[in-house]
């Protein structure tokens, strides 16, 4: 095993800022502060127990919320500069190293305007709730606020603090409003993602304490140590355990089906358009960024993890015969495209992987609320016993289609560019050999077959399958109401805008991303030994998982 620092060349002056506020208005503080305490007021909200008056003003702090996060974006973000921006550091707990210091980059701020976006849809999307609806929006407004956090905070133990925190809310969300098993759902949600999380603390104080002297767990700091790469490589696969399961990675991935087949629409459309979104994020910014030694290694393993994920999700979904769970496993058959995007060397690739990230937070937001939707009409998930319904619910039709048509990736839809960028930046990755390059292309594309199949399918079998006439005679099947429409409408204009000018959300990253990659790349350059060049001539053996299965050069 090959044991020497890898020391890329880094800026800390793009990163290192004094005890104070780079920018004058602390825009990503009052963006994480503002929704929690919005959430601890929605108790003192009078109202009648119905929720009429309490979801107005969750609605009302969730939108000011996504506010101060596009006014932080737009008086304070630079999109050609890579490093971190709108920094703000306060010392908090100096004996523990802990500092209060967030900060956006590339890799942050566009997530960061995706999930006060989304949960603004989602507390829209709650609009029917009345049983304890002053819990369901405090947990709402509270998840914003975690949520932001963990994209925003520039110190990995206070990540870990967001991550853990972040959990509160979903697991009481699963539990409370869930369907019949959310015990059970609830339950593993929190056992496989707060148990796969004490791998974060353990490598947060590793990497801390890394070197000696006072420990500090700053991302600044922890960039410029010079970590050897056995060190690397473990905290790298226990941080690949967490993150995977979060994403999810194949097999790690089993709490997502049960958790989306509990829960309600609003639910949903946090789990799918941001939760899965915080395991690649996490990928990047540690895995890829901090330790590029050990991720040149683990590189081919992503990569071929990727297109398990892909493959395996896409036949389940096709084999499913219940509703949320064939759209759960069509997320993880998407997500497999940021594991390929992220074990790829080449910027193409991984902006692929990021843009597929924003990409599938909004189809996956709209087809997840159209299941809701759905199911409140029908009060049936099981495809075999929906059938005919296409005549009475033509604009939900409508909307159907155009949000499958998206997630299938058809032309003129972000989905598509997303995945062609990942494709096409593989493709060209001159990392790895033609052949591997050609077989994992091959096999990712056997998912992008699949995918209409099923969603098309299940199209035809919803509105125009065998009609269950207990269905449509007894059932009370209104067509989409003006909020479902507005709803939709909303994560529509960007999933086309991104389709048809993908440089609207692409610029937004692409100096932060080229650096990763310039960090990874001059990572693999140090590997590079002897021996490397028996990949020349891959072959789909163990040694795919061997630090020389990259190209020993050109």
Request: overall charge neutral.
């Amino acid at each position: 095993m090959l044991d020497f620092a890898v020391s890329p060349p880094f800026d800390p002056t793009s990163a290192l800022v004094p005890d104070a506020l780079e920018a004058g208005v602390p825009w990503l503080s009052l963006s994480i502060l503002f929704p929690i305490v919005g959430a601890l007021i929605v108790p003192f909200v009078p109202d009648k127990g119905d929720g009429k008056q309490v979801r107005w003003f969750a609605l009302g702090i969730a939108l000011i919320t996504f506010l101060i996060t596009a006014a932080a974006y737009l008086n304070g973000y630079d999109p050609s500069v890579s490093g971190l921006q709108l920094s703000e550091r306060v010392s908090w707990l100096p004996q523990l190293g802990l500092t209060w210091a967030v900060g956006a980059d590339g890799l942050s701020m566009p997530l960061i305007l995706l999930t006060s976006f989304i949960t603004s849809l989602a507390v829209l999307a709650a609009w029917p709730v009345t049983f304890k609806p002053k819990l369901f929006f405090f947990l709402i407004l509270a998840m914003d606020g975690g949520q932001i956090a963990v994209f925003a905070v520039q110190d990995m133990l206070l990540f870990f603090l967001a991550w853990e925190l972040e959990l509160i809310p979903v697991y009481l969300l699963l539990a409370i409003w869930g369907g019949k098993k959310r015990q059970y759902a609830a339950t593993k949600f929190i056992l496989y993602t707060a148990g796969s999380s004490l791998f974060i603390l353990l490598a947060a104080l590793a990497m801390g304490f890394f070197g000696g002297g006072t420990p500090s767990y700053e991302y600044s700091v922890l960039a410029q140590k010079g970590f050897g790469t056995g060190f690397q490589l473990l905290c790298y696969a226990g941080l690949l355990i967490a993150f995977g399961v979060k994403l999810p990675i194949v097999p790690l991935h089993t709490w997502l089906p049960d958790a989306h087949g509990e829960a309600t629409a609003p639910v949903h459309m946090l789990l799918a358009g941001i939760l899965l979104k915080m395991g690649g994020y996490a990928l990047m910014r540690f895995n890829a960024e901090m330790l590029p030694a050990a991720h040149a290694q683990f590189a081919p393993l992503l990569v071929v993890l990727g297109v398990v994920n892909i493959i395996y999700a896409a036949l389940t979904s096709f084999a499913q015969r219940n509703l949320k769970r064939k759209i759960a496993y069509s997320s993880i058959s998407h997500m497999g495209f940021v594991l390929i995007g992220i074990g790829s060397f080449s910027a193409l690739g991984t902006s692929g992987a990021m843009l597929q990230m924003i990409s599938h937070g909004l189809i996956g937001a709209s087809l997840f609320f159209l299941v809701g939707a759905t199911y409140d009409r029908t009060h049936t998930l099981q495809l075999d016993e929906m059938g005919g319904v296409g005549q009475k619910m033509r604009i939900m039709f409508a909307l159907w289609t155009v949000c499958s048509l998206a997630s299938l990736a058809l032309p003129g839809m972000s989905g598509f560019v997303s995945e062609l960028m990942v494709f096409a930046g593989f493709a060209t990755d001159e990392a790895y050999s033609l052949t591997f390059r050609i077989v994992i292309d091959g096999l990712a594309a056997v998912g992008v077959i699949l995918t209409p199949i099923y969603l098309l399918s299940m199209l035809r079998e919803i509105f125009f399958g065998k009609e269950n006439s207990q269905l449509v005679t007894n059932t009370n099947l209104v067509d989409a109401e003006p909020r479902e429409i507005y709803i939709i409408g909303c994560l529509l204009v960007p999933i086309i805008g991104i389709g048809l000018y993908p440089r609207l959300m692409t610029d937004s990253y692409r100096s932060s991303i080229e650096a990763l990659v310039d960090r990874d790349v001059v990572a693999m350059e140090r590997l590079k030994q002897p021996t490397a060049p028996m990949i020349r001539s891959l072959s789909l053996a163990p040694a795919l998982l061997q630090a020389p299965a990259l190209a020993a050069g050109n």
